[in-house]
């Protein structure tokens, strides 16, 4: 039986024996540390993990050194989920031939990947591994740009966000599409578990990611990672704007199971208006020129809009 | 759950692609990641059938890509076991990214490339255009001329791939149709002399061990890439050719074939050759023979070995000829002939005299007759008579036109 972490508080989680290490050379205040520690914590069984290129990827294993203190594979941009899949195909086949050098263990298979990894160019290896139902976890690191090469534009990237590619400029707002839904495409794989984590949520986060390591089959995880480079705010305030991000219902916590079930798993006892989500973001500034103040009663309308759709799916379990 | 064996006959009728599959079974790859693309595609297919028939014991993982396709053997070889796949073409295009990161990882993987043009224009048919898109990548690259060497040449890669002091991805090419359709008597091993002979697997830094955790893929910038580089490409050099001497050798001694970087036939006394690839080899070794009747002292070198290129044994094979043709199945795209340069390689600063030229020949599966060799042989022993070359020195044969030709 797989092992999981007994975790009753903040302190003994952020205690405990890590395979992620502070040694990284990763933004003071990114969010994507934050979020690993708390996926890998979750378990006290071995690891297998993969990271597409990406700002994880070059700040972590940079040779001769490594962050990761379990085994790690990096291949390209597109492929992280794959080559998990791949390690845990070998690992189904040693285990028939009985050739596991440790057979006694419960090992579980997670692959990170950035949101340009995973929206973009590893869409369709993700879609493949999720279709063929890996026994493996896929972890999005969503912080809604191309952070690692300086801060283009994803699918990810939200309406009226100013990125390098989509800047906002004198006759422009910047990022004139809405984010990708892709929880909704991954859990019309009908996939076992796939669910929606804040790094702020931790309790919330960690049930999540167990629940996901106990399930057999294709997990999907997308986490929300506030960038304090791209996003731009003050490195302190990572964990302000994921209390934003979720109180706002910018980014609702969600979980679907089987493709169908839907369930809210966190409603803010106040919801916040979006607009303090905007305005503590550098790449939302310009919004609150006059000119481009109905792009904010927008935003309310569509996280209304979609807190409501969340709601109706919840209910009518489709 | 044991799997069952096969009582093989002395001598089976298989293609080049169920030979090649025959092969994956006997060395019992743990894990095949594959995306069809004709004409390789029943390579796979064979394996998928072996293991629903309980004939292998393995995973068979069907990935929605040929880049995938390889994703997922760097990821089954770095966790620790035997990978295999199958490509052509333009699969072999989508994967290329792939086999840089597979050879930079040193990760024993076997790619059966079942030659086949590039598009454009699109076309199924054998060139080696393919191969040579990927001959720097870093890896390994044998050439069969037919389907018993297809099948050969996978049992002597896994054996090559996974030597420790090796540790490099392996390419078996062969001729697309030509070699893959084409069924032919084969002698294979018994399963257990097959197994035997690649042995098991040894895993080395196995993402799998979970005492020993391992970090693959890393980044190395101008500090060290270049060590890494410069080590790997030296050890291809140095150690690599020696070490594919030993398992031909033991090769031979468990089913009597014999194998070499470079095959020669007839070129002790040669005056004239041709340096080719593929099922080419065995035509102009035909020709060759029919040319002695007609006084001409013809030679034929099939490249066995293209990575690591074999320079000092084919200049050593070539130094006495007068005259010799390099035949390229791939249009060189602003270049001569990659055959061409390479034997032009192996022969600079040596006091070999030879006149080499080079033809381009079969792009898109244009055959290759054996009227285009005997024409092609008397066209260098024109040359040798000469003591110059009477022609360019980069022809086109068997393209319907006026004679195109250019340098």
Excluded at chain 1, 284 to 311: G, P, S
Excluded at chain 2, 47 to 75: P, Q, R, T, W
Excluded at chain 2, 96 to 118: D, F, K, W
Excluded at chain 2, 123 to 145: E, K, L, P, T
Aim: overall charge negative.
């Amino acid at each position: 039986m797989s092992e999981m972490k007994k975790i009753k508080n903040l302190k003994e989680f952020s205690t405990s024996a890590d395979r992620f290490e502070g040694a990284n050379l990763l933004c003071p205040g990114c969010a994507h540390s934050i979020i690993v520690r708390e996926v890998l914590n979750a378990t006290n069984d071995d690891l297998v993990l993969a990271a597409s290129t990406g700002c994880l990827e070059v700040c972590t294993a940079v040779y001769p050194y490594t962050s990761w203190d379990a085994s790690w594979i990096h291949i390209g941009f597109e492929n992280g989920s794959t080559a998990v899949s791949g390690a845990e195909a070998m690992y189904k086949a040693l285990k028939t031939k009985g050739r596991l050098k440790q057979p006694d263990r419960n090992p579980k298979f997670v692959a990170f990947g950035g949101d340009g990894a995973s929206y973009d160019i590893g869409f369709q290896w993700i879609s493949g591994c999720m279709e063929r139902n890996h026994d493996m976890m896929y972890v999005v690191l969503d912080n809604e740009v191309y952070a690692n090469t300086g801060g283009q534009r994803s699918s990810s990237t939200p309406i009226g966000a100013s990125a390098t590619t989509t800047p906002a400029g004198s006759i422009s707002y910047g990022e004139t599409r809405n984010k990708k839904d892709m929880m909704g495409i991954m859990a019309a794989h009908n996939i076992p578990y796939a669910a929606q984590v804040a790094p702020n949520k931790w309790k919330d986060m960690v049930k999540k990611i167990q629940k996901g390591f106990a399930t057999e089959g294709a997990v999907f995880i997308n986490a929300v990672s506030p960038c304090t480079t791209e996003w731009k705010f003050d490195p302190k305030d990572t964990m302000h704007l994921a209390d934003l991000a979720t109180d706002t219902l910018v980014f609702p916590l969600y979980e679907i199971i089987d493709g169908h079930e839907l369930n809210i798993t966190y409603r803010p006892k106040n919801v916040v208006p979006v607009e303090e989500y905007l305005a503590a973001q550098g790449r939302f500034r310009h919004l609150f020129k006059d000119e481009y103040k109905y792009l904010i009663k927008e935003w309310q309308e569509r996280v209304d809009a979609n807190w409501a759709y969340l709601n109706r799916r919840e209910e009518a379990r489709v | 759950m044991a799997f069952d064996k096969l009582e093989l006959n002395e001598t089976e009728v298989w293609d080049g692609n169920h030979a090649a599959a025959q092969a994956l079974r006997q060395a019992q790859v743990d894990v095949v990641s594959a995306y069809p693309i004709t004409p390789s595609t029943a390579i796979v297919e064979g394996y998928a059938k072996f293991k629903s028939d309980n004939l292998v014991e393995g995973e068979f993982v069907m990935v929605e890509s040929e880049h995938a396709a390889m994703s997922g053997c760097i990821g089954a070889a770095a966790a620790g076991g035997r990978v295999a796949t199958a490509t052509a073409s333009q699969g072999l295009a989508l994967m290329a990214e792939t086999l840089y990161q597979a050879s930079g990882m040193r990760l024993p993987i076997v790619l059966n490339i079942v030659n086949r043009a590039l598009a454009a224009p699109l076309n199924v048919n054998c060139d080696h255009s393919d191969m040579y898109m990927v001959r720097d990548s870093g890896w390994i690259q044998f050439d069969a001329f037919n389907p018993q060497e297809a099948y050969d040449l996978n049992l002597i890669a896994f054996k090559v791939a996974e030597d420790h002091d090796v540790r490099l991805p392996v390419v078996v090419n062969q001729d697309g149709f030509l070699t893959s359709h084409t069924a032919q008597g084969i002698h294979p091993l018994s399963d257990d002399d097959a197994y035997n002979f690649v042995g098991e697997y040894k895993p080395m830094n196995d993402m799998l061990d979970f005492e020993n955790p391992v970090t693959h893929g890393v980044q190395t910038e101008e500090d060290w890439h270049f060590e890494h580089k410069a080590r790997q490409h030296s050890d291809t050099m140095n150690i690599v050719p020696g070490k594919i001497d030993e398992v031909f050798a033991e090769f031979e001694k468990l089913s009597g074939r014999k194998y070499s970087q470079l095959e020669c036939y007839n070129m002790d006394d040669a005056d004239v050759a041709v340096v080719c690839m593929g099922t080419s080899v065995e035509t102009a070794r035909e020709v060759a023979l029919e040319m002695r009747e007609k006084g001409i002292k013809a030679g034929v070198v099939g490249i066995r070995v293209l990575r690591p290129f074999p320079f000092a044994n084919i200049a050593e094979v070539l130094k006495d000829i007068k005259a010799v043709a390099a035949l390229d199945r791939s249009a060189p795209g602003g270049a001569a002939g990659a055959l061409f340069n390479e034997i032009a390689g192996a022969l600079f600063n040596t006091d070999s005299k030879m006149l080499l030229s080079g033809y381009i020949y079969g792009l898109g599966g244009r055959d290759l007759t054996k009227k285009h060799l005997v024409d092609l042989y008397t066209e260098l022993q024109a040359n040798a008579d000469a003591g110059k070359l009477l022609t360019q020195q980069q022809q086109f044969i068997g393209v319907r036109g006026p004679k195109l030709a250019f340098l």
